[in-house]
T-cell receptor, first 111, second 113 residues
Framework: LAKTTQPISMDSYEGQEVNITCSHN???????ITWYQQFPSQGPRFIIQ???TKVTNEVASLFIPADRKSSTLSLPRVSLSDTAVYYC????????????FGTGTKLQVIP | DVKVTQSSRYLVKRTGEKVFLECVQD?????MFWYRQDPGLGLRLIYF???????EKGDIPEGYSVSREKKERFSLILESASTNQTSMYLC????????????FGSGTQLSVL
């Protein structure tokens, strides 16, 4: 099971682009990288998922280098409502998914 | 939209009580999960199930059991609640064994006194 390492916390001003990097040195060939967002008193919410290179949706972009040992979640022009905890996950590729979360990155957006 | 419903938002129980936390999903998902979340520890997987009557231990199964008699329902059982089981409990589901896109419920904040 690939372990992930993320910064514990980050601060950003409103309107800035925020990049959160996740390290996963022992990622397996079949593993996907998935990011979740969690607001206080709510369950996590799926943001984006990717395997390699770049993935973009209406919320974020995910950049994955060729060696796949890290990934970067990019949030364009953050607002106060983006204040949340962001989790990076790398899946267990053994067929039945034991999906394990780390401690996440607490993003604080400052006015 | 997928809906994962947890039966209680807040629950207060006494030490030694048997506690049932219920979770229902409405999208015919195969996988269901129970996590607990504690400050500074993130989400930790207790049990998961990939089919009716099937279950697998997660990272912290001690003191818990689960039941999945129907596909849409996954129950977490605390046989004899203890104060160290005070936590936020989150249920999730995913469509298939290969799909890591989880859908979470709103959580149950359990206090054991």
């Amino acid at each position: 099971l690939a372990k992930t390492t993320q910064p514990i916390s980050m601060d950003s001003y409103e309107g800035q682009e925020v990049n959160i990097t996740c390290s996963h040195n022992n990622i397996a060939t079949n593993d996907y990288i998935t990011w979740y967002q969690q607001f206080p008193s709510q369950g996590p919410r799926f943001i984006i998922q990717g395997y390699k290179t770049k993935v973009t949706n209406e919320v974020a972009s995910l950049f994955i280098p060729a060696d796949r040992k890290s990934s970067t979640l990019s949030l364009p022009r953050v607002s106060l409502s983006d204040t949340a905890v962001y989790y990076c996950l790398v899946g267990d590729s053994g067929g039945y998914q034991k999906v394990t979360f780390g401690t996440g990155t607490k993003l604080q957006v400052i006015p | 939209d997928v809906k994962v419903t947890q039966s209680s938002r807040y629950l207060v129980k006494r030490t030694g009580e048997k506690v049932f936390l219920e979770c229902v999903q409405d999208m015919d998902h195969e996988n269901m999960f129970w996590y607990r979340q504690d400050p500074g520890l993130g989400l930790r997987l207790i049990y998961f199930s990939y089919d009716v009557k099937m279950k697998e231990k997660g990272d912290i199964p001690e003191g818990y059991s689960v039941s999945r008699e129907k596909k849409e329902r996954f129950s977490l059982i605390l046989e004899s609640a203890s104060t160290n089981q005070t936590s936020m409990y989150l249920c999730a589901s995913s469509p298939t064994p290969e799909d890591e896109k989880l859908f979470f419920g709103s959580g149950t904040q359990l206090s054991v006194l």
